[in-house]
C-alpha cells in the first residue's frame, strides 16, 4: 500500500546551520514573528537569531512570552502580535512550546480565526505563511512534524493538532543552541526522543522509511545521550543527539506514536509536568505492556544497540532492550511521579478522566498489542 512521506521543506544541521541558513531565510518573507521564551532572550540566543536576520535584511518583532507549556491564550497574544506587526513569516526558537506555539500562529493567522481550540480534532489543510523552527534541545523533534501540542485552558485538555500545514518550511539544527541545556533538561528531552523513535517503530503505523530514521535515532541515542548528560559542552554528543532528535521527529511525523504519547498528555494537561518528563516517567511501564505484540520489533532494536545479537530470539532480544532502556532512564534519574511532587490521592481520582481522553486521542490504539480503557487505567496505576 502506498504511503505518503514528509520532512520539513529544507533542512540545515550541523555547527554553523544558522549562519548556511541565512540566504533561504531571506526568501521566506520581510518580516519575521521570532516565537520564544524569556530565557531564550537572557541567554543570548535570540541575539544570535536576530544578528542573522538583520544581517539578511529583514525586520522581526520578539513574542517572548512562551513561559511554560504552550495554552491556547499564548496561541492568541502571539497572533495579536503577529498581525500588529505587520509579519509575514515565523520563526521558533527554543524547545517544543515556542515550536508548537508557532505553528499555531501560524494556523490561524492564515485561517482568520481567533480560538486554535476550534481546529481540535480536525486535520488542518489551511496554508500557513513560511515557518522556521530552530530548537534549542534535542528531544521534541516538532521541527520535523506537523503536529501541535496545545493545552485548552478551559477544558483542561492537551490538544494534538495536526496537519501538513503546520511542517515547518525550514528546520535549522545548529547544535551550539544546545550546549547550554542543563543535564536534567538534557535528560528529559533526550527520552522524549527516544521515546519518539520507539513508539514509531513499534507503531502499527510504521513504514520502511519510518523505521530507518528510527532505528537510527534508537541507536544514536543509546551512545550519546550519556556522555551529553554527563558533558554538556561535549560538542560531539550535543550535535549527536540533535540528529537524534530529528530522526526520531521524522519516523514518528510519518509513522505516529502510541500508548505513551496516548497516556501522557493527560498527565500534562492535569498536573502540569511538561511533555518530555511524563514520557519519560511513563516510557519503561508501557513499553512492558507493549512489547508481547511486538516482540520481532523490539527484538530489532535490542540487537540494533549490541545488547543482543543473532543468537538470541525476538522475545529475549526484545528484553533485553527494554532492560537497556530502564537502566538508561534511571542512570538520567528520571523521577517517578512522587519524587516529581503528583499527590497520589489526587492522581488516582483523575484516572477514569485521563483514560479515557488517553483512548479519545487515537494514540494508544497505533499500539501492535490491542489494549481498552481498562488496560490504561491499569497502567496509570502502575506508576506508583
Given at each position: 500500500?502506498?504511503?505518503?512521506f514528509?520532512?520539513?521543506g529544507?533542512?540545515f544541521?550541523?555547527?554553523?546551520a544558522?549562519d548556511?541558513?541565512a540566504?533561504?531565510?531571506a526568501k521566506?518573507?520581510?518580516?519575521?514573528?521570532i516565537?520564544t521564551?524569556?530565557?531564550?532572550?537572557?541567554?543570548?540566543n535570540?541575539a544570535?537569531?536576530?544578528?542573522?536576520?538583520?544581517?539578511?535584511?529583514?525586520?522581526?518583532?520578539?513574542?517572548?512570552r512562551i513561559d511554560g507549556?504552550p495554552t491556547?491564550?499564548m496561541v492568541?497574544d502571539?497572533?495579536?502580535?503577529?498581525?500588529?506587526e505587520?509579519?509575514?513569516f515565523?520563526i521558533?526558537?527554543?524547545g517544543?512550546?515556542p515550536?508548537?506555539?508557532m505553528?499555531?500562529?501560524?494556523?490561524?493567522?492564515?485561517?482568520?480565526g481567533e480560538?486554535?481550540t476550534?481546529?481540535?480534532g480536525?486535520v488542518?489543510?489551511?496554508p500557513?505563511?513560511p515557518m522556521?523552527?530552530?530548537?534549542t534541545?534535542?528531544?521534541?523533534?516538532?521541527?520535523?512534524?506537523?503536529f501541535?501540542?496545545i493545552n485548552d485552558?478551559?477544558?483542561?485538555?492537551?490538544?494534538?493538532?495536526?496537519?501538513?500545514?503546520?511542517?515547518p518550511?525550514?528546520?535549522?539544527?545548529?547544535?551550539?543552541?544546545?550546549?547550554t541545556a542543563?543535564?536534567k533538561?538534557?535528560?528529559?528531552t533526550?527520552?522524549d526522543a527516544?521515546?519518539h523513535?520507539v513508539?514509531?517503530?513499534?507503531?502499527?503505523k510504521?513504514q520502511p522509511?519510518s523505521?530507518?530514521?528510527?532505528v537510527s535515532?534508537?541507536k544514536?541515542i543509546?551512545q550519546?545521550?550519556?556522555?551529553?548528560f554527563?558533558d554538556?559542552?561535549n560538542?560531539e554528543?550535543?550535535?549527536e543527539?540533535?540528529i537524534?532528535a530529528?530522526e526520531?521527529g521524522?519516523?514518528f511525523?510519518?509513522?505516529s506514536v502510541t500508548l505513551?504519547?496516548?497516556?501522557?498528555r493527560?498527565?500534562?494537561?492535569l498536573f502540569h509536568?511538561?511533555?518530555?518528563?511524563?514520557n519519560?516517567?511513563?516510557?519503561?511501564t508501557c513499553l512492558?505492556?507493549?512489547?508481547?505484540?511486538?516482540y520481532?520489533r523490539f527484538?530489532?532494536?535490542?540487537?540494533?544497540?549490541?545488547?543482543?545479537d543473532g543468537d538470541d530470539?525476538?522475545?529475549?532480544?526484545?528484553?533485553k532492550f527494554l532492560?537497556?532502556?530502564t537502566?538508561l532512564t534511571?542512570a538520567?534519574k528520571?523521577?517517578?511521579?512522587?519524587?516529581?511532587g503528583?499527590?497520589r490521592?489526587?492522581?488516582?481520582?483523575?484516572?477514569d478522566?485521563m483514560?479515557?481522553?488517553a483512548?479519545?486521542?487515537?494514540?494508544?490504539?497505533?499500539t501492535?498489542r490491542d489494549?481498552?480503557?481498562?488496560?490504561?487505567?491499569e497502567?496509570y496505576?502502575?506508576?506508583?
Open positions: 500500500m502506498a504511503r505518503e514528509s520532512v520539513p529544507s533542512l544541521t550541523g555547527s554553523g544558522l548556511a541558513a540566504e533561504k531565510l521566506l518573507g520581510k518580516k519575521a514573528l516565537v521564551d524569556p530565557m531564550m532572550v537572557q541567554m543570548g535570540c544570535k537569531v536576530e544578528k542573522t536576520l538583520a544581517g539578511a535584511g529583514l525586520e522581526y518583532t520578539v513574542f517572548s507549556e491556547d491564550s492568541k502571539g497572533l495579536e502580535q503577529y498581525r500588529s505587520g509579519c509575514d515565523l521558533a526558537l527554543g517544543g512550546s515550536m508548537d506555539t505553528k499555531s500562529i501560524g494556523v490561524l493567522a492564515a485561517a482568520g480560538d486554535i476550534a481546529y481540535m480536525t488542518i489543510e489551511v500557513a505563511p522556521v523552527a530552530i530548537p534541545t534535542a528531544g521534541t523533534g516538532s521541527e520535523a512534524t506537523q501541535s501540542i485552558t478551559r477544558n483542561h485538555v492537551k490538544m494534538l493538532l495536526k496537519g501538513n500545514s503546520m511542517l518550511d525550514l528546520a535549522v539544527i545548529d547544535p551550539r543552541f544546545t550546549m542543563p543535564p533538561v538534557t535528560a528529559a533526550g527520552l527516544l521515546c523513535a513508539e514509531a517503530y513499534t507503531s502499527r510504521a522509511l523505521d530507518v530514521f528510527a535515532a534508537v544514536r543509546f550519546f545521550l550519556p556522555t551529553a554527563c554538556g559542552r560538542e554528543a550535543r550535535i543527539m540533535s537524534a530529528l526520531a521524522i519516523a511525523n510519518n509513522a505513551i504519547h496516548g497516556m501522557s493527560p498527565i500534562g494537561a509536568i511538561p511533555h518530555g518528563m511524563s519519560a516517567i511513563l516510557m519503561s512492558r505492556f507493549a512489547v508481547s505484540g511486538a520481532d527484538g530489532d532494536l535490542g540487537r540494533a544497540i549490541g545488547v543482543a530470539g525476538d522475545e529475549a532480544a526484545a528484553w532492560d537497556a532502556l537502566a534511571r538520567l528520571t523521577p517517578d511521579l512522587e519524587s516529581y503528583v499527590n490521592e489526587e492522581f488516582f481520582g483523575c484516572i478522566k483514560a479515557h481522553d483512548m479519545e486521542s487515537g494514540s494508544p490504539q497505533n501492535m489494549m481498552t480503557e481498562k488496560d490504561v487505567k497502567l496505576r502502575q506508576l506508583w
